[in-house]
């Protein structure tokens, strides 16, 4: 599914890249790395390209009537058996841990939400196959951030105690996941304190989300870091059909083809307090692309340092937007030095004057109006 959506829209982000001037040294790049990662992976002959297969039944969860709180835990040096019930039985599996709390959800009725403490440390998603994911669940939250002897959420910090969801399969291996982490389907889920690295949904396979794929679904994202991850579309994270809030998180140095941080179709978005830096995509745009019917805001947020062929920070395409008290500072486009809009409507306010971007002819915004849906307010902007 994630290819179907995207083969018609390739031809077209391929078109206007060759009539911006766009390069082809970074697209050389990610197709070398996304084949690398995707030909051979690791994987065994249990394994097959493009299969996502989730084999949770909520159907043969156990009894959990037993449980007291609404918490499974989780550790790098904890069993692979364990129950999750303390931090001294927690389990080293988080999916593991996601679906004894959505166990908990659906069989108790303690908690509306049941979360997952997870331990410091680096969590490798990758064991047989370049589609090895953690599958979301809804109604359960993974916090990270914590020391591992914690009773209370607010005893956590995410800073002191980073907890890393890797793709790799090992320090210092190369076989990549495709997408880290996927939700499908899920209804309120939410990732908080984890930082989110190594998926690789690189061109040529036509994917997207190499940090987090959603689709059908509705997610919250608060102060998550999501850095080193590769796609064709939304190295960090794409998404479809999909409510998602995105709250005091950091998007720095993804790689894209066609975008690099995230990639929206047909989704509702909210992005709050977030940063977008040092972000690359070769044909695309450097951070956030909206399209296809996506409806956004995006508040006190910065873009620094990000660059692609078609709208260094931000590209809409028939999509609607409302940009308030954000910085876009040094961004770099082949068309569109920070904002690239097509058939789209785009309201930029109180953002603060700033060097916005580069972009040879264009400047810093640059819009395409025929047969598109526009307007635009703009106040306190230098483009």
């Given amino acids: 599914m994630k290819s179907i959506l995207r083969i018609c829209w390739f031809g077209l982000t391929l078109l206007l890249a060759a009539c911006s001037g766009g390069g082809n040294n970074a697209s050389d790049a990610g197709t070398d790395a996304g084949t690398d990662a995707g030909a051979d992976g690791g994987a ?17 969860c156990p009894d959990m009537s037993s449980w007291d709180d609404c918490v499974v835990h989780v550790r790098t040096d904890g069993s692979p058996g364990g129950d999750g019930r303390t931090w001294a039985t927690a389990t080293s599996d988080i999916q593991d841990a996601a679906n004894t709390a959505r166990c908990g959800v659906i069989g108790t009725e303690l908690c509306d939400e049941w979360q997952v403490w997870i331990a410091t440390g680096t969590y490798y ?16 939250a993974l916090y990270g951030g914590f020391a591992g002897d914690e009773t209370e959420l607010e005893g956590r910090d995410p800073v002191a105690n980073e907890t890393i969801l890797n793709g790799a399969n090992g320090p210092g291996e190369d076989h990549r996941v495709v997408s880290v982490i996927d939700a499908i389907e899920v209804d309120g889920a939410t990732l908080d304190g984890l930082t989110i690295t ?45 409510d998602i809030s995105i709250i005091g998180s950091r998007f720095v140095g993804n790689f894209g083809y066609s975008s690099s ?27 956030v692309q909206l399209e296809q019917s ?41 068309v569109g030095g920070a904002v690239q809009s ?33 307007s635009m307010a703009m106040r306190g902007t230098a483009l």
């Fill in 294 to 334: 996506t409806v956004a805001q995006i508040i006190d947020s910065v873009f620094t340092g990000n660059s692609g062929g078609i709208g260094g920070a931000l590209r809409l395409f028939e999509s609607s937007v409302d940009v308030q008290g954000c910085d876009f500072d040094g961004n770099a486009g082949g």
């Fill in 342 to 374: 097509d058939y789209s409507m785009l309201d930029i306010e109180e953002s603060p004057p700033s060097q916005v971007g580069s972009g040879p002819g264009s400047g810093g915004l640059r819009t395409i109006l025929e047969q598109q849906r526009w």
């Fill in 44 to 60: 065994d002959e249990e394994c097959t390209d493009d299969v996502w297969v989730d084999t949770f039944d909520e159907a043969e």
């Fill in 198 to 242: 190594g998926g690789s949904s690189s061109y040529p396979e036509l994917t997207s989300g190499g940090g987090l794929w959603a689709q059908y679904s509705t997610i919250s994202i608060n102060d998550c870091l999501f850095t080193g991850n590769e796609a064709a579309w939304g190295a960090g994270l794409g998404t479809n059909e999909t």
């Fill in 261 to 287: 941080a995230v990639d929206t179709i047909a989704s509702t978005v909210l992005i709050v307090g977030c940063t977008f830096s040092g972000n690359q995509a070769t044909v695309g745009v450097g951070a």
């Fill in 125 to 140: 998603v990758f064991e047989k196959c370049n589609s090895d994911t953690v599958y979301l669940r809804s109604d359960v």
